[in-house]
């Protein structure tokens, strides 16, 4: 039998397409809330960036500076353990000040497994010399002075004035957050007991 012809198809002349190489632009960060009027600042209503976190959520990974200004990822380097995170408008209030040293003190009789992280807008070494005048040695404190990444991801990012919103964070093993307070006022002190209860029962 004679063989069937091979139908052949034309090739196409156009020109491979280039692949782009050119490299792709970061995502932009996606700009927090602002809130109005959700905590008072010197008697008079300010503005919080960022919404607040609520129990049962991921807590949100941070960025921040050591006391030697090297960054921190703070729920990395601390993987594991139940943390206690304390947010301070500076440490050289009175009340930021009686704040971690009540916490330093109530550090030497929890587990191991439960640290104490500190966050203010003070710089680095401002900290640094706080905690040796004040003798602090069990809390971490941590700068979110440069970025301010930490005040907008937990809501405490006072815009007005460039502060932290006084608030306390227990974040578990799971790095999901067990407690969350956020105090009207400033000057207000959290509600110590509670806050070491939720520690230490997300052992």
Known sequence: MPKKPVKRTARSTRPAAKKNTAPRRPRARKKPVERAGVIEV??????VIG???KVGQKAPEFTAQANDWSEVRALESTQGKVRIITALPSLATSVCDRETKRFNDEAATLSDDIRVLAISVDLPPAQKNWCGNANVDRVTTLSDHMALEFGEKYGCRIKE???LRRAVFVVDRDDKIA???YMKTLGAEPNYEEVLAAAKAAL
Do not use: L, M
């Open 161 to 163: 004035r460039r502060w």
């Open 179 to 181: 407690y969350a307070a």
């Open 51 to 53: 919404a607040d976190v």
């Open 42 to 47: 010197g008697n008079k209503p300010a503005t």
